[in-house]
């Protein structure tokens, strides 16, 4: 199969790449299936995908997001018997995706290390379509004003004007997206787990931390191996609905917030 590019120019192989997995967690979590479609100059691709077993159970909410199950991993390879022929596919080549900077590559690391082989990102190009997207689609009042009003924003930082713009806004999304009208349901629907996003859920509806050495790590198994560490959580300046789910996991592990 030839892929023609209409803008890049590869001068030399470009691959991109998916991982579905068992969950968010980089360290811990582990690959249920992978693809590869390497680019070379010229437009020959070849791709590569495989099903992996992970080694452990599918959380139920992770497949939901891909739609992968334990029964269809029964007889797949463990990542180990795959490693040599994805690692020979990716050596040399640029990395490309959507949303791997900060999740397929490093998890991708880590796969590969497990297994003694060292994959490394120095020297390639890593292209991550999502960084791009951010960079050059603003997510401000401007541009929010812009797609769900159809104006120009005037009187930009002037708060009065900003506060009416960003009530039109949000009433214009609740419109849109046919969102709750009660903003009570409203908050429960768009804030995951609170509100400044220390924590969030996983594909199997667990919270997990969303920062710090910790990051991706249930609340509720970090409680019970170091509370100290939650301790710390409560001297320091997070909003209220965090500190308060970090004292009702200390609470539940016994040890309460001394």
């Known amino acids: ?46 791709p590569f995908v ?18 992968i199950r334990d029964a269809d991993v029964t007889g797949a390879p463990a990542f180990a018997a795959i490693a ?7 050596v040399g080549s640029d990395i490309a995706g959507f949303g ?12 590969f290390a497990r297994v003694g082989l060292p ?18 689609e603003p997510r401000d009042l401007t541009a929010a004003v812009r797609h769900y009003l159809g104006a120009e ?15 039109a806004v949000l009433d214009a999304q609740v419109g849109r997206y046919g969102l709750p009208r009660d903003p009570a349901e409203l908050h429960a629907t768009v804030a995951e787990v609170d509100v400044g996003g220390a924590f969030r859920r996983d594909p199997a509806g ?18 019970s191996e170091d509370a100290g560490y939650l301790r710390w959580i409560l001297r320091q300046a997070f909003l209220d609905d965090a500190l308060a789910l970090v004292r009702a996991a200390l609470a539940a592990t016994g040890t309460g917030a001394k």
Not at 23 to 43: H, M, N, S, W
Not at 50 to 67: D, L, T
Not at 119 to 136: E, M
């Open 1 to 46: 199969m030839i892929i023609e590019l209409e803008h890049l120019v590869l001068t030399r192989a470009l691959s991109v790449i998916d991982l579905e997995t068992t969950g968010t967690d980089v360290r811990e979590d582990r690959i249920v299936e992978v693809a590869a479609l390497t680019v070379y100059p010229g437009g020959k691709t070849v």
């Open 50 to 67: 495989q099903r992996v077993h992970p080694g452990r159970p599918i959380p139920a909410g992770a497949s939901a997001v891909h739609g």
């Open 84 to 90: 040599p022929d994805l690692f020979a596919a990716l």
């Open 100 to 111: 791997i900077a900060n999740f397929d590559v490093p998890l991708l690391m880590n796969e």
């Open 119 to 136: 994959f490394r990102v120095g020297g390639r190009a890593i292209l991550d379509a999502l960084v791009v997207f951010r960079r050059h």
């Open 153 to 167: 924003r005037a009187s930009a930082h002037a708060a009065l004007a900003d506060a009416k713009y960003a009530l």
């Open 206 to 223: 667990v919270v997990v931390f969303g920062f710090g050495k910790y990051r991706g790590r249930p609340l509720a198994q970090i409680a």
